[in-house]
């Protein structure tokens, strides 16, 4: 069941997010040759932890971080872990806060000192991905009017989105109802209403479509090795049109 928030919550909700949103600006600056990701996780601890918020992620499902970091062919669910990040690399920082209750989830991709002309094609689209998908999220749209437009958009520019890991609803919990993927066609599903809290994450690869899983059961790699990148945000569909309540 879709659980529509009212105003007032969406307004609740908003510190949630925006303690994501903080976390991203202060990582930003980090990320640099040499730097690893279980740092990037103990500092995710420490900025929660200061500003009042708990990382939802920690002990979800067994889940044992308080981020997903996922480098280079890792679409997502990476594990940190302690090896240094490298010049070319790109690496997806994803964090979930909670704060009085209600749960912020934004995920980022991050240049690693300089990286090749696909790297940043492909974090260039994608993040127009994510905002061309957001532009869409009115109400009385269907969700296949905002995923065809992340999808044409990533076609368009030589990549493909990811099928098998899907956008959410959010709220008191991560994972509501709705769920959904990241292609679509107009008019075609469910409709968006007032009070819908979403994410909206495409996830797009430099080459085909299609994942595995590792042997951890968690992280989600291409098939073909290529590049994937991923951006996120966390937006309530209301009356004055999309909010993004983790917008940096």
């Not at 279980?38 to 939802?56: P, S, W």
């Not at 999220?137 to 992340?150: E, K, L, P, Q, T």
Request: glycine share 10%; net charge negative.
């Amino acid at each position: 069941m879709v659980v529509l928030k009212t105003r007032t919550q969406i307004e609740e909700m908003k510190k949630a997010g925006q303690i994501v949103a903080a976390f991203h600006r202060e990582l930003a600056g980090m990320v640099r040759p040499g730097i690893t990701t279980l740092e990037i996780e103990e500092f995710a601890e420490q900025f929660l932890k200061k500003n009042g918020a708990k990382a939802y992620t920690k002990g979800f499902k067994g889940y044992r971080f308080a981020t997903c970091a996922s480098v280079n062919d890792v679409i997502a669910h990476g594990f940190p872990n302690r090896t240094p990040l490298r010049e070319g690399d790109i690496v997806k920082i994803d964090i979930v806060a909670e704060a009085e209750g209600w749960v912020g989830d934004s995920a980022w991709c991050y240049a690693v000192g300089r990286v090749s002309e696909e790297a940043n094609k492909l974090m260039r689209v994608t993040k127009e991905c994510l905002y061309l998908g957001i532009e869409k999220a009115v109400i009385g749209n269907r969700i296949g009017d905002v995923m065809h437009a992340v999808q044409v958009h990533a076609e368009q520019n030589g990549f493909s989105c990811v099928r098998d890991l899907l956008g959410h609803g959010v709220g008191r919990a991560l994972h509501e109802e709705p769920n959904f993927v990241h292609v679509g066609t107009p008019g075609k599903g469910f409709r968006l209403k007032e009070g819908m809290v979403i994410t909206i994450e495409p996830m797009l690869n430099a080459g085909q479509h299609y994942m595995t899983i590792d042997e951890d059961g968690w992280t989600a790699r291409t098939a073909d090795g290529s590049l994937s990148a991923q951006f996120e945000h966390t937006v309530a569909i209301t009356g004055d049109g999309p909010v993004i309540l983790t917008q940096q």
